[in-house]
């Protein structure tokens, strides 16, 4: 691997030598035409145009575009490439008016549609993605759209926190251009219930962000973005990943549980001050760093005769998000799981060919997180599912095996530089270390 090659070229790096290298592989991994598309799902209504896609669930609708991806381009789970679409106002009008048409088909057969998202690849409010011009268009079509259909209570927008404002020469946090202009039409539909912004968030440890999923979020400024946004009446949903690659099991629902309780802390008690999350398991799809890792550890494995170490592990079995969500409850912060939604299950039938990339002993679960999505009272709130599902023996069997792991004593940069050299060096000399095997060469 000639890593100078590969970073050449490559701007906003880090200056450490190996996670610029991490970095711009992840980022050449996911190729140059964007992958357009979802599980196949069924029960899920999908109309994929050249330009956008659409989706519809339930009472719920969304329109994303396929755009030129997202500036950053790097998180080390992401499929989404940088597409060759190069977006203009006059498609994007053409591509609302099917939006539009699509919801007004469902609302003649009786199917009203409550929700809508809005979004594009990486950020539909950012404007080195999605112009300016572009975005003019898409909130003059959404106009149209909530003077004809009068059912929508809430619109929602996906970007990154990047996009949400700016430091003024006084050091001032400002609203950026494309949220100034949603601020003005929120002002104008005082009858929509709700605005949203969802957001990318993952883990609220900046250092497992910057060391071992390529998403750099500056904490500080990403609570300002959201009080910024709060101030002006807008909520904020944002997802934080169950199963994060390159941690073991018992690390991964520690860090997942603590993002969930941050992520909610309000802003003045020092935490980020969200309206809600949602949680979701990681699942490896093809042209991402994580794939492309696993693999490389699959065949030096097959290779050394040897096996991964616990945190290169390679399942992600649904368990993991139950145990996430019990670690609320027997934190005391069972009143959480109201503002925690989980994503995958909702409504959705799999089809068969989805086990690929759908979390292990994902069926078992399936029934009772479609209730969860509900968020009832009684025998199935949300409390209670969860305290079902950890009677299952499947759980417990996972729960004992979380209980025997050891604890692994290197840092997120030593898996880095692990990850580093395993690329680099398929024959690298296999060490042991104290309580997980490692090869981290000589």
């Known amino acids: 691997m000639n890593w100078e090659s590969l970073r050449k070229g490559q701007k906003a790096l880090p200056?450490?030598?190996?996670?610029?290298?991490?970095?711009?592989?992840?980022?050449?991994?996911?190729?140059?035409?964007?992958?357009?598309?979802?599980?196949?799902?069924?029960?899920?209504e999908k109309k994929t145009?050249?330009?956008?896609?659409?989706?519809?669930?339930?009472?719920?609708?969304?329109?994303?575009?396929i755009s030129t991806g997202c500036k950053l381009g790097q998180c080390c789970f992401c499929s989404y490439g940088a597409s060759s679409v190069e977006?203009?106002?006059?498609?994007?009008?053409?591509?609302?008016?099917?939006?539009?048409v699509s919801i007004l088909e469902k609302q003649r057969k009786g199917q009203d549609i409550y929700a809508i998202l809005l979004d594009s690849v990486g950020s539909i409010l950012d404007y080195n993605e999605f112009s300016?011009?572009?975005?003019?268009i898409v909130f003059e079509k959404l106009e149209e759209i909530l003077k004809e259909i009068k059912t929508i209570e809430s619109v929602s927008f996906e970007t990154?926190?990047?996009?949400?404002?700016?430091?003024?020469?006084?050091?001032?946090?400002?609203?950026?251009?494309?949220?100034?202009?949603?601020?003005?039409?929120?002002?104008?539909?005082?009858?929509?219930?709700?605005?949203?912004?969802?957001?990318?968030f993952e883990s609220s440890n900046s250092e497992l962000r910057d060391t071992l999923l390529f998403k750099n979020i500056d904490n500080e400024t990403y609570k300002k973005a959201v009080d910024l946004l709060h101030q002006n009446g807008i909520e904020v949903e944002v997802n934080v990943m169950a199963t994060l690659p390159f941690l073991t099991q018992k690390e991964q629902i520690a860090q997942s549980a603590q993002s969930i309780i941050d992520a909610l802390t309000s802003y003045k008690?020092?935490?980020?001050?969200?309206?809600?999350?949602?949680?979701?398991?990681?699942?490896?799809?093809?042209?991402?760093?994580?794939?492309?890792?696993?693999d490389v550890q699959d065949n030096f494995n097959?290779?050394?005769?040897?096996?991964?170490?616990?945190?290169?592990?390679?399942t992600f079995p649904i368990w993991s998000m139950v145990a996430t969500l019990n670690e609320l409850i027997k934190a005391g912060r069972e009143d959480?799981?109201?503002?925690?939604s989980v994503a995958w299950f909702g409504g959705r039938q799999l089809s068969a060919d989805a086990s690929e990339v759908y979390p292990e002993d994902w069926e078992i679960t399936y029934d009772d997180f479609v209730e969860y999505r509900k968020n009832l009272k009684g025998e199935n709130s949300r409390a209670n599912i969860i305290k079902r599902l950890v009677k299952h023996p499947k759980f417990k069997e996972f729960e004992e095996k979380v209980k025997n792991q050891k604890d692994c004593e290197f840092s997120y940069m030593d898996r880095a530089e692990y990850i580093h050299r395993l690329i680099s060096e398929m024959n690298m000399p296999y060490i042991s270390c104290p309580n997980c095997e490692i090869g981290l060469g000589e």
Not at 87 to 100: G, N, Q
Not at 132 to 136: A, I, M, R, V
Not at 272 to 293: A, E
């Open 87 to 100: 977006l203009t106002p006059k498609i994007v009008a053409e591509e609302m008016d099917k939006f539009k």
């Open 132 to 136: 300016k011009e572009c975005l003019d």
């Open 15 to 44: 200056k450490n030598e190996i996670l610029a290298d991490l970095y711009s592989l992840s980022r050449k991994i996911k190729g140059t035409e964007v992958n357009t598309t979802l599980s196949q799902v069924e029960g899920v």
């Open 49 to 65: 145009n050249k330009y956008s896609n659409q989706f519809f669930m339930n009472a719920f609708g969304q329109i994303s575009f």
């Open 269 to 294: 008690d020092g935490g980020f001050g969200v309206d809600s999350v949602t949680l979701f398991p990681l699942n490896v799809r093809k042209h991402t760093f994580c794939d492309y890792v696993f």
């Open 160 to 200: 990154h926190y990047q996009t949400l404002g700016t430091y003024d020469e006084k050091g001032n946090y400002v609203a950026s251009n494309a949220i100034q202009k949603l601020i003005e039409f929120k002002q104008k539909h005082k009858d929509i219930g709700t605005f949203v912004i969802e957001l990318g």
């Open 302 to 314: 097959n290779k050394n005769n040897v096996n991964s170490p616990e945190f290169m592990h390679k």
């Open 336 to 340: 959480l799981l109201e503002k925690v």
